[in-house]
């Protein structure tokens, strides 16, 4: 099928950027059965009109039950750093978890801070 055009496009990435405020709203007040229904929906209108997730906003989310991941409540996140840098998120609702690695902001600290030195 042909791409959305961009206007339409646009309107749907502002939509999913609302749906995930909304999403943590209803996460922060303990309903979480609508946070992730706000997940499905911003999920389903990224597929339907090619936009992707942003960044940030995909880290809210579990990739395996696409449930809403509020830290301290469903999710529980940890910083590794053997063998290589990483932040690893346990899902609560499905158990599996999800390694983010940041290697390269760690190099662009280390890059930042030798510089400084010049
Ligand atoms: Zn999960």
Same mark, same amino acid.
């Given at each position: 099928?042909?791409?959305?055009?961009?206007? +339409?496009?646009?309107?749907? +990435?502002?939509?999913?950027?609302?749906?995930?405020?909304?999403?943590?709203?209803?996460?922060?007040?303990?309903?979480?059965?609508?946070?992730?229904?706000?997940?499905?929906?911003?999920?389903?209108?990224?597929?339907?009109?090619?936009?992707?997730?942003?960044? $940030?906003?995909?880290?809210?989310?579990?990739? $395996?039950?696409?449930?809403?991941?509020?830290?301290?409540?469903?999710?529980?996140?940890?910083?590794?750093?053997?063998?290589?840098?990483?932040?690893?998120?346990?899902?609560?609702?499905?158990?599996?978890?999800?390694?983010?690695?940041?290697?390269?902001?760690?190099?662009?600290?280390?890059?930042?801070?030798?510089?400084?030195?010049?």
């Amino acid at each position: 099928m042909a791409r959305k055009p961009p206007w +339409l496009r646009r309107l749907a +990435l502002r939509e999913i950027v609302r749906l995930f405020e909304l999403a943590e709203k209803r996460a922060l007040s303990g309903d979480m059965d609508l946070s992730n229904r706000y997940v499905q929906i911003a999920r389903k209108m990224s597929m339907k009109y090619n936009v992707r997730i942003p960044k $940030h906003l995909k880290r809210r989310f579990c990739k $395996h039950c696409y449930s809403y991941l509020l830290p301290g409540r469903n999710c529980r996140v940890r910083v590794r750093s053997n063998p290589y840098p990483r932040v690893v998120v346990t899902c609560l609702s499905c158990g599996k978890i999800t390694r983010y690695p940041y290697l390269e902001e760690k190099k662009n600290a280390r890059r930042k801070k030798t510089s400084r030195k010049d």
